[in-house]
């Protein structure tokens, strides 16, 4: 069974950066288009990025256009998510998730497979 696990998250000041990380179990990775969700606490899941199984195309949300920077190297199985000028608001539990229809898509319910989540906290 295919498995993804996220890392990297932790607490940062308003202004500062993080880097998560997601590696898939399985080097069936290549073919996936991938993207990050994050989910605050009362809040439903939001898509915040996207990406193609070549790293050829992104889509983001406009509320981390120009802070956030996708990435991914498929000869690790791995994807990450650069985020800076972090805020308050960015605070949630991170996932990422493996999208098998194909395409850049936004819905969380378009993902097949998740991780379990990583803990970013924006807080002076």
């Known amino acids: 069974q295919v498995q993804l696990v996220e890392s990297g998250g932790g607490l940062v000041q308003p202004g500062g950066s993080l880097r998560l990380s997601c590696v898939c179990s399985?080097?069936?990775?290549?073919?996936?288009?991938m993207g990050w969700f994050r989910q605050a606490p009362g809040k439903e899941r939001e898509f915040v990025v996207a990406?193609?199984?070549?790293?050829?195309?992104?889509y983001y949300a406009d509320s981390v256009k120009g802070r956030f920077a996708i990435s991914r190297v498929n000869a690790k199985n791995t994807m990450y998510l650069q985020m800076n000028s972090l805020k308050p608001e960015d605070t949630a539990v991170y996932y990422c998730a493996a999208n098998l229809r194909g395409g850049l898509r936004v819905g969380p319910d378009e993902y097949s497979i998740w991780g379990q989540g990583t803990q970013v906290t924006v807080s002076s």
């Open positions: 399985e080097r069936a990775f290549i073919n996936y288009n």
């Open positions: 990406i193609t199984w070549s790293g050829g195309s992104t």
